[in-house]
DNA sequence: TTATATTCGGAGGTATGCTCCGTTTAACAA
DNA sequence: TTGTTAAACGGAGCATACCTCCGAATATAA
């Protein structure tokens, strides 16, 4: 359990930007839809050899999963900040469409994310955790300020969102996904009691 | 480019044969989360050879479309059932639960779904039609007896359902996809109108 | 500057997807 | 029943992708 690590050298500074080249391209990669797109590819793109990427990310597995857990937290920083900015409900849609924008524009991944075929348990729960925080707090807020029914679990919200990501096909799919965000919100509304 | 097609000879029973082996013996493995299984397996265990495979489906993705296709079917045809025994609203509500049941105990394709990486659009855009066509029955009796708003679409609860098929891990997601049906049929009666 | 831990990078082993084509067999006609 | 033929069978083999391994290069600390 004694977690010590002994840093006792600075990481290189060349590991670190070779890292973040990698992770770049390969967002950049899926975000283009080139899900199955080689890791050589991606090595030779980054301007790095194969070895280096394998390096880092040990399979290719482990390169989405870092590209979608950045991503991920990015999206979970934004909770707190629309939490000052609005009302409890208000800002829980705001956040709600917000994770619908973001899959829309800037990723894509949401296939090659569920292609992680058979771990994704692990994944989900990790990954999970960091959203849940994020729209627990909102939720806990909207629920004190007694416009949402207490027993709305916020994960519920967040699996339906997270299908309509993976739904992101066809046309007029994104104002879908808005009307579906209102939907939600009525439903978890305590009006009804 | 006349493409007719004379069908001088019925089609070879063997061929059918093999044709729906192949079929469930893709549908055990991918329900048993073997996604990853090499093609030259499932043409073992139907007792055919790897060029008879490839024969009936040219790909990878044409397998995993023909046994989601032919799920989805059943599904399809169960609305028109649910809708006959229930009033319209619990109809609904008894379609999407089963929608969820289905997913959840024998259709653990969806990673595989997803990894159709790149042909989405078109696969989604075909069967969608057979889902959509089953929920828009449903929805317009829902619709027509008064329970429901009349400005949901159909497409957006089926979304949200896909969705939560998607996130199916962790323990206890089935309880909380039926708890997602609830919400949503709340969110769509015209109670608050 | 010297020492050394860390990173780099690509050749190559392994395995999987898919093709090709000679052989086998079921359907049709006489 | 028997011959003809179009269709299905099946596996050897090629292309390609993932991943490993290890000598060379290099940034950091003394």
Redesign the pocket.
């Known amino acids: 359990m004694t977690d010590e690590k002994?840093p006792?050298?600075?990481?290189?500074?060349?590991?670190q930007?070779?890292?973040e080249n990698l992770l770049n391209v390969a967002k950049a990669a899926f975000t283009a839809g080139e899900v199955?797109?080689?890791?050589?590819?991606i090595?030779?793109r980054a301007?790095?050899?194969?070895?280096?990427?394998?390096?880092?990310f040990?399979?290719?597995?482990a390169l989405i999963e870092a590209v979608y857990r950045a991503e991920l937290d990015r999206l979970a920083d934004a909770a707190p900040v629309l939490a000052a900015q609005h009302p409890p409900v208000e800002a829980l849609r705001a956040w709600m469409r917000l994770f619908v924008d973001y899959i829309a524009a800037k990723l894509v991944i949401a296939p090659a994310l569920n292609g992680l075929a058979g771990g994704t348990g692990a994944l989900y729960a990790q990954s999970g955790t960091v959203l849940q925080g994020a729209i627990d707090g909102l939720v806990a807020a909207a629920v004190a300020s007694g416009d949402i029914s207490t027993d709305i679990e916020p994960v519920d919200l967040l699996r339906a969102l997270a299908g309509v990501s993976n739904y992101a096909a066809g046309p007029g799919w994104e104002t879908s996904a808005k009307r579906l965000v209102d939907i939600l919100i009525a439903g978890s509304r305590t009006s009804a009691s």
């Open positions: 002994k006792r050298r600075r990481p290189r500074s060349d590991g930007r070779n890292r199955d797109i080689p890791l050589d590819e090595a030779r301007g790095v050899g194969i070895g280096t990427l394998y390096r880092h040990p399979n290719r597995d």
